[in-house]
């Protein structure tokens, strides 16, 4: 995942715990799944005189973390210190890292525009994820100004019309619950959202919730105090917590155990929760934005999914259609995800042939624009020509080389996508009231249900969001 910098902001005084931290950071494992941290140190003395300086760091730098550890001498200047940061490098996060502090001088520092502190025992474990999330966070930023994603490219109708709502959702505060299959974009658009919404300045923490042991979710989400299980030596803060003021992005909601269901839904409710071991409730102002592939009739109706959390959760839903509906996105696709992998590689491709394109177009892409974006990856890394060939495209599924359409298939297709298009804006405007669609559509009631029936269109699932 390539080199994140860290900048350390340290107080001039030596400092135990800022060495500690120092320590923990440069002695960090490198790993596939993880940036590679590089520490830039700085000293700050207790007037901040030297801002000019730092300012000047800052930008030359362009850290994607800068972890200011505060002493009490420095605490006082932090109303100065923390907004330098971020005017100076708007995409770094900042990470506060305390020795000890009261509740009321954390929230302010939040106010501030930390986006996470550090407290002791100082482990690794704790630590280190945070610090490889937040540098992901900050190289999103650099990467996406303004908050849109340049992957959210398309020109397919029911595309656009979907993603059109993203600006509109990040106004608000309601729950969003994001519909599609595995790779169509939906991490893609929570963070736009996020990023477009009041909230842009605050952290987006995002969880897989299929990826997590079910005995370990709720501590996961809501944290433990001490002496909460076995081996809880210590207090933890769940991803709620480090969400405050921000964004919790649940992938694949409904592998959530039923239990953990249950206090998501009073989270999402009264904003309190319980942390595993405490008999006190804790408040935080969090967004959430979920996202499932699931079909969700098909989950409420097995109890996998509650439908009171689906209910809460689906206040905005945003459906984002498979590749293979918007087949006339998957060339300039393929051409961003060309010229993003022909420079991090240094390699000569600059587009592709008649034939590589076909290829392309033709595939129906089981894994969507995931799959598409390693697939043109692969294609390039692998290619040492100006063209990607026909023979450079390796996909995985294909039982055969793709063939030329013919002007009938060309043509069918086409009208398929119209028609499934057509029928489900059609259902949507009527709130899934099929009688009331076919007199709007001027059509018999029973050829509308046939066209149904063919587009395999879950009318129930459009009535339920409708609600």
Not at 83 to 102: D, I, M, Q
Not at 120 to 129: F, G, H, K, S, T
Request: charged content about 25%.
């Amino acid at each position: 995942m390539g080199v994140a910098t860290v900048l350390l902001l340290r107080p001039a005084s030596p400092n135990e715990f800022a060495a500690s931290l120092r320590d923990l950071l440069t002695s960090a494992p490198r790993t596939a799944a993880a940036p590679t941290l590089q520490v830039v140190e700085h000293r700050a003395d207790d007037q901040c005189a030297a801002a000019d300086e730092l300012a000047r760091l800052l930008r030359s730098e362009k850290p994607d973390i800068c972890l200011v550890v505060l002493n009490p001498p420095l605490l006082a200047q932090a109303d100065a210190l923390l907004p330098l940061v971020n005017s100076a490098s708007p995409s770094t996060r900042v990470v506060v890292g305390l020795e000890g502090g009261e509740p009321d001088q954390m929230a302010r520092l939040y106010e501030l525009g930390a986006a996470d502190f550090i407290t002791a025992p100082l482990r690794a474990v704790d630590i280190l994820p945070r610090v490889w999330r937040l540098a992901e966070e900050a190289a999103h930023r650099r990467r996406e100004p303004g908050g849109w994603p340049k992957q959210l490219i398309g020109e397919n109708a029911e595309f656009l019309a979907e993603v059109s709502k993203i600006p509109t959702m990040a106004r608000c505060d309601a729950s969003v619950l994001l519909l599609g299959e595995t790779g169509t974009g939906k991490e893609l658009c929570a963070r736009a959202i996020h990023y477009l919404s009041p909230r842009a300045s605050r952290p987006f923490v995002p969880i897989n919730c299929g990826a997590i042991p079910t005995e370990l979710v709720e501590n996961e989400l809501f944290g433990h105090e001490r002496g909460a299980f076995t081996g809880a030596t210590g207090a933890r803060s769940g991803l709620i917590r480090e969400a405050e003021g921000g964004t919790l992005f649940l992938d694949e909601v409904d592998c959530l155990p039923s239990q953990a269901q249950v206090k998501l839904l009073r989270f999402l409710q009264d904003k309190e929760y319980k942390p595993l071991g405490s008999t006190k409730f804790c408040r935080a102002d969090v967004r959430v934005v979920a996202a499932t592939n699931a079909n969700c009739r098909a989950a409420l109706e097995s109890g996998r999914l509650r439908q009171d959390l689906y209910y809460r959760l689906n206040v905005i839903p945003l459906k984002l259609p498979p590749l293979r509906e918007r087949r006339e996105d998957i060339r300039p696709l393929a051409c961003h995800f060309l010229a993003t992998y022909a420079a991090e590689f240094a390699k000569p491709a600059r587009g592709f042939t008649a034939e590589a394109l076909q290829a392309l177009v033709s595939y129906d892409w089981p894994g969507n624009v995931r799959e598409l974006e390693h697939v043109v990856e692969r294609a390039v890394i692998f290619s040492d020509q100006p063209l990607i060939k026909a023979a450079d495209i390796v996909l995985t599924d294909a039982a055969e080389p793709p063939r030329q359409q013919s002007f009938k298939e060309a043509k069918s297709r086409v009208i398929t996508r119209f028609e499934r298009a057509y029928i489900l804006d059609l259902l949507l405007a009527n709130n899934g009231n099929v009688s009331r669609a076919a007199r709007a559509a001027h059509k018999n009631r029973r050829a509308l249900w046939e066209l149904i029936r063919k587009h395999h269109i879950d009318v129930d699932c459009l009535r339920a969001s409708a609600k």
